[in-house]
């Protein structure tokens, strides 16, 4: 098998163990005669599958069943952008949201849809290039929205705001698992699990009952989050595949020792590449210019001197590194390496950053 380092930001990397498994259990599933992809939602089987991701899901995140559900959905992060202000949100409500970049952005925009947003802290007058100092918070909101993980500008909070008392919920599309939070501080997490769960296709929401409790019942059934946690996220059909795949990604978790160790791991793997950023000053700008809130997860940086940018590019893909071209929106470059990522990757990409300085520079 072919295997080139790729550092996509998602659809992104996914540990080889979870691929054999996925593919084996697409061609015969648990002895069954059956693919995974054949088999019923509603059989012993598939429950195993389904019951068992939620569990580890919420082992692995260090929180209780008895006070989390989790909900497998579909339409992706982007969907829960518009699902948690019509759960969460009336139109004399409002909520605050930490606005540092292209996602929050569109969660805004959405929530604005259903009722009045505060935009408590902002780094757009920086170019998103650090996170917000200070936060004007409302006592009286619904909740606090923040990105934890900024996937395009490459910045990330290692610790979450302190919202005195106000719920408290997180778009962790891209560093769920990444990073050892105490998650019982967040009334509702979302995650697309494209960057760091799993394939794309399913969205895992992790909402506090006592907080669900206080949604609106007035909306669609299938868009209401109560009606998900009542029949443990099997109302409807789920993605089945991607569960399991997810599944898959929890017990590789484990056996690399939690969040925790996973943590210790992304900090080695992109220290190695900040560390060779930080030694050419003159050759390379990173583009998250407050050291603590960079990203373990993405790390976005330019060549000053732009003409280099195709060159950087070319020599990286003969060095079979892929995924390196920042997002349309900014330009520039940026190594996705999630938990999946091997530290010999990002070894690889520190060693030709020296490389290319010390030639071009
Ligand atoms: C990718 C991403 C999204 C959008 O995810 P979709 O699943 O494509 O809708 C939202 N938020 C963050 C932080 C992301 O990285």
Redesign the pocket.
């Known amino acids: 098998m072919r295997r080139i380092y790729n550092f996509s930001a998602?659809p992104a990397i996914l540990p080889i163990p979870v691929l054999e498994a996925a593919g084996s259990a697409v061609v015969e599933f648990n002895g069954s005669g059956m693919s995974l992809l054949e088999v019923s939602h509603r059989g012993k089987d598939y429950e195993a599958v389904h019951f068992g991701a939620q569990a580890r899901l919420l082992s692995v995140l260090g929180i209780s069943a008895d006070e989390y559900s989790v909900l497998f959905l579909g339409g992706?992060?982007?969907m829960q952008f518009a699902q948690v202000p019509m759960n969460f949100l009336g139109k004399d409500d409002t909520a605050d949201y930490i606005h540092t970049g292209e996602?929050s952005k569109k969660a805004i925009g959405e929530a604005k849809r259903f009722g009045a947003v505060n935009v408590a802290g902002s780094s757009e007058g920086e170019k998103y290039a650090c996170l917000p100092t200070a936060l004007n918070l409302t006592p009286t909101a619904k909740y606090v929205h923040f990105?934890s993980?900024n996937?395009i500008e490459g910045t990330e909070f290692k610790s979450s705001p302190n919202t005195n008392g106000v719920p408290l919920i997180v778009?962790m599309?891209?560093d769920i698992f990444a990073i050892d939070r105490d998650h019982s501080q967040f009334d509702l997490i979302y995650a697309?699990a494209?960057?760091n769960a799993g394939p794309a296709g399913v969205?895992i929401v992790v909402v506090r009952k006592s907080y669900l409790a206080t949604a609106t019942d007035d909306i669609p059934a299938i868009l209401s989050y109560k009606t998900h946690a009542k029949a443990d996220s099997l109302y409807n059909t789920p993605p089945v595949f991607p569960i399991f795949v997810v599944g898959e990604v929890l017990k590789w978790i484990e056996a690399q020792g939690g969040v925790a160790a996973m943590q210790a791991h992304n900090e080695a793997k992109a220290g190695a590449i900040y560390d060779a950023l930080d030694a050419h000053p003159d050759f390379y700008d990173p583009a998250v210019t407050v050291k603590a809130d960079r990203s373990l997860m993405n790390i976005t940086f330019r060549i000053k001197n732009a003409d280099l940018e195709k060159a950087f590019l070319a020599g990286a893909q003969e060095r079979d590194m892929d995924g390196l071209k920042g997002h349309r929106s900014v330009g520039g470059f940026r190594a996705s390496v999630y938990n999946a990522f091997p530290k010999e990757g990002c070894e690889a990409l520190a060693a030709y950053i020296h490389e290319f300085a010390k030639d071009n520079g």
């Open positions: 998602g992706g992060a982007s996602w990105t993980n996937t778009d599309s891209s697309g494209q960057k969205t």
